[in-house]
């Protein structure tokens, strides 16, 4: 089983809908993070969480909620989609201990937005 | 304003050929430097870089940090077909944890 799952792989949703992608992980991290790429531009953060209690916007939260509702997940929400939010998401955990600074992936989301 | 800017944008090579990827970045708290490759689907860990000078190596890929000039740099000798991946870098903050990605260098290896 993959130590990082996303959910929906692919979704297709219409303009103003609310679409949710859930992330859940088994690496007991308690960093987490969502992003999404775009050709050309790599991978944006656009939320990031240390804990439970502690959400962080990254660099482009606009449009965008999320909820950690427990250490071993965190979700994305668009409230009201729009076309230029179909990208593939990626969540991701860190723990910046003994093993040091490194990311671990799920295999990615993608989102289209008609 | 934290950046991390990575060249060139897109590469294609010949297999056999040696390739030097860029990764330039302005950052707070700098902590660590991390490399990725990413095919068709998440990406992959291949580096972690907190040292200056130290070269990391693993098979025919290697990678070293320079502190001071704020650049570090990803070769690939002998490249192969499947070495056709983007390949993005991302710096580490201390302060705050964010992992800021560049734009990726996308690779193409042809037979």
């Known amino acids: 089983d993959a130590d990082v799952t996303q959910t929906p792989r692919n979704r297709i949703t219409k303009t103003g809908k609310r679409i949710m992608l859930e992330c859940s992980q088994t690496k007991g991290h308690d960093r987490m993070y969502w992003y999404r790429q775009d050709p050309g531009l790599g991978l944006r953060l656009i939320y990031y969480s240390f804990d439970v209690k502690d959400i962080n916007k990254g660099e482009i939260s606009d449009g965008y909620s999320v909820s950690r509702q427990a250490q071993a997940k965190f979700s994305l929400s668009l409230e009201s989609a729009i076309p230029n939010q179909t990208a593939l998401y990626f969540c991701?955990?860190?723990?910046?201990?003994?093993?040091?600074?490194?990311?671990?992936f799920g295999e990615g989301s993608w989102l289209t937005v008609v | 304003e934290d950046k991390v800017v990575q060249s060139p944008l897109s590469l294609v090579v010949h297999e056999g050929d040696t390739v030097t990827l860029n990764c330039s970045y302005e950052v707070t708290n700098f902590r660590s430097l991390l490399w990725y490759k990413q095919e068709k689907k998440a990406p992959t860990f291949l580096f972690m870089l907190?040292?200056?000078?130290i070269e990391k190596k693993s098979g025919r890929l290697s990678s070293i940090l320079d502190k001071k000039e704020l650049f570090s740099i990803l070769n690939i000798t002998a490249t192969q077909t499947g070495d056709s991946a983007i390949y993005l870098c991302a710096p580490y903050y201390n302060q705050g944890g964010k992992l800021i990605f560049g734009q990726g260098t996308e690779l193409s290896v042809k037979p």
């Open positions: 907190t040292s200056s000078g």
């Open positions: 991701a955990t860190s723990d910046p201990g003994l093993s040091g600074n490194t990311i671990y």
